[in-house]
């Protein structure tokens, strides 16, 4: 019912920025939390942001904060992953989620999910 399609991945190098994109669909429920999670070569997924997308309140997992920030953009239904001073162990597979109400918690159940888009960070 909820469809999530993720852009702005590629190759980059050690300090370099990124910003990731997701772009919303096909919504049923007027209230949501989109998050943003990223899956390493052979390590489990990880909570690294957050946006209520009615208040804009945000929260994000203490190694991101100060270099990630996420925001959207409810004209275009997307919300952004602004990622700065990347480092090698940020390589990954970077999604996109959704789940309806607005709990922040990292723990939360995410019901929608994205295809993903790669980011690889080189030394």
């Known amino acids: 019912q909820v469809q999530l399609v993720e852009s702005g991945g590629g190759l980059v190098q050690a300090g370099d920025s990124l910003r990731l994109s997701c772009v919303a669909s096909?919504?049923?429920?007027?209230?949501?939390?989109m998050g943003w999670f990223r899956q390493g070569p052979g390590q489990e997924r990880e909570f690294v942001a957050a946006?209520?997308?009615?208040?804009?309140?945000?929260r994000y997992a203490d190694s991101m904060k100060g270099r990630f920030a996420i925001s959207r953009d409810t004209s275009k239904n997307t919300v952004y992953l602004q990622m700065n001073s990347l480092k090698p162990e940020d390589t990954g597979v970077y999604y996109c989620?959704?789940?309806?109400?607005?709990?922040?918690?990292?723990?939360?159940?995410?019901?929608?999910w994205g295809q993903g888009t790669q980011v690889t960070v080189t030394s």
């Open positions: 096909g919504r049923t429920f007027s209230y949501y939390t």
């Open positions: 989620a959704a789940k309806s109400g607005w709990t922040l918690s990292p723990t939360a159940e995410y019901v929608y």
């Open positions: 946006i209520i997308w009615t208040g804009g309140n945000t």
